[in-house]
């Protein structure tokens, strides 16, 4: 079952229990748990159910996230508008306009920054 939630709390990249391949560097852990604070992004939930999470991301100025990967499916709204710098998957963003919808699809490696001189807000809901 698939459930609606925003996922701006990023989880680190995983593999699959079982894998004959190599460990991850760091273990997998759901909706971003246990991930180191990035300085300048400030989280709030919004909403945290079994079915979904919604989360308000707030970027000071130059802050940017790693590239990293959720274990669920994730949609991405920006609240205000501003030179960024998102990378999703193969798809490269330098402006993003308030209410511009970003889907990022489970396990795709992908990445938010701020590039303005004012804050930069988006809403995540992840899709548990």
Known sequence: MRRLALLLCFVVPFSLAGSA???PAAPSLPLG????DTEGITRTTLKD?????????????GATEPPHTHPYDVILVPVTSGPVDV????????TWKAGEVQFVPKDVTHHVGNRGT???????IALK
């Open 49 to 61: 159910d079994a079915k979904s999470t919604v989360t308000r991301v707030r970027f000071a100025p």
């Open 33 to 36: 748990q246990g991930r180191p």
């Open 118 to 124: 004012v804050p930069f807000e988006l809403i995540a």
């Open 87 to 94: 990378g999703n998957g193969a798809t490269t963003l330098t």
């Open 21 to 23: 391949q190599a460990p």
